[in-house]
């Protein structure tokens, strides 16, 4: 494992060099206000009087269409969504790419997807915050980090990897590590993440588990409460101290039943569909599905979202979440003031 931090930083890989950031979602805005207060000099890409453009400029950052804002930077982040990418950068990146330009990205698709092929003569990298662009911005205002991790896809000026962690450091990401990686490990596991664990994997155990419980006669609400909402309690002693702390927090019954039941629900039935879905991501045959459908115009994805938003789990949910006032954040502002 080779992890980066501060003292590994040449902070004059990216001194005289203009960053411009291509758009201003979550991550966008992390970054591009990260790196101003770390002292870069930065550009915004984005549609001319979107509300991107304005609250970017409310933000007091310099803001211009996205080819003019490439053609001023020394360094591009590629910060707009995977299937945004392609049709952007053939209109207004490539035409302004010029030799000794870095082209970076928070994620590896349509580099490893061959979606995008960028000329030889510039550096291709990429720095992925392992958080939400809001929770990059608070650590780094904290004086703190998230880690990121770092991977070099084309190095023509035999500088990308000191430009890439320069960059990271302008984050705040090498205050917490930065991880070595490449675009293919990068892509395959958070895609792997994303379908088999984090986002399908969990929200289709958890409504299966709802399921289950209604079906057999108890009340949703104490289906939702036993399968979603303590879902979070679980969650946070994972990630504060990993099985360990979660072993040492649930009861002793709660530990009784993780080792006898959990392998029965997951088995190597399960284990085997995730080595399918794993297949699918490094042959490229989600990608091929996930371009197509965009360019169908997503009929199956709206169909597929709007099957889980009108779930029963979601009405029940609603219903118990209004009585829940610590969920609302203006109620935790006022209470903390």
């Known amino acids: 494992m080779q992890l980066f931090h501060d ?26 206000l990260n790196l101003r207060d770390s002292g870069h000099e930065v ?10 453009w304005q609250r970017a400029r409310q933000d007091g950052l310099k803001v211009a269409r996205p080819a003019d804002a490439a053609a001023a930077g020394d360094l591009i982040a590629m910060l707009v969504p995977d ?12 035409p302004a790419l010029a030799a000794d330009n870095t082209l970076l990205f928070a994620h590896g698709f349509t580099i490893h997807y061959e979606r995008i092929t960028p000329p030889p003569d510039i550096d291709v990298v990429m720095i992925a915050p392992k958080a939400p ?7 780094f205002e904290r004086g703190r980090g998230v880690p990121c991790l770092l991977a070099v896809h084309q190095d023509a000026s035999g500088k990308a990897k000191a430009r890439a962690l320069a960059y990271a450091h302008g984050l705040g990401g090498t205050a917490a590590g930065v991880l070595e990686t490449s675009f293919a490990e990068e892509t395959e596991t958070d895609l792997f993440g994303e379908q088999a664990v984090l ?86 045959g989600f990608a091929r599905e996930w371009i197509l459908e ?39 502002q006022k209470a903390d003031a």
Request: proline share 3%; hydrophobic share 40%.
């Open 199 to 284: 986002c399908g994997g969990v929200t289709e155990l958890v409504t299966k588990g709802f399921e289950t419980l209604v079906e057999a006669g108890y009340q949703p609400e104490v289906a939702y409460f036993e399968c979603l909402h303590e879902l979070k309690l679980i969650v946070d002693l994972l990630q504060e101290g990993g099985l360990a702390k979660m072993l040492r927090y649930v009861s002793e019954t709660a530990k009784f039943g993780d080792f006898t039941s959990g392998p029965r629900v997951i088995d190597a039935h399960v284990k085997e569909r995730m080595r399918e879905v794993l297949g699918d991501i490094r042959n490229g």
């Open 133 to 139: 662009g809001d929770l990059v911005r608070r650590e």
């Open 83 to 94: 299937m945004a990418q392609e049709a952007l950068y053939k209109e207004a990146i490539a």
């Open 7 to 32: 003292a590994d930083v040449d902070r004059s890989a990216l001194a005289g060099r203009t960053v411009a950031v291509i758009g201003y979602g979550s991550q966008g805005r992390a970054h591009a």
């Open 43 to 52: 550009i915004v890409g984005v549609r001319e009087g979107g509300a991107s």
């Open 294 to 332: 965009n360019q169908a115009g997503l009929p199956r994805y709206k169909a597929m979202l709007r099957r889980d938003l009108e779930h029963p789990i979601e009405e029940t949910g609603a219903q118990l979440r209004a009585r829940m006032a610590w969920l609302d954040p203006a109620h935790n």
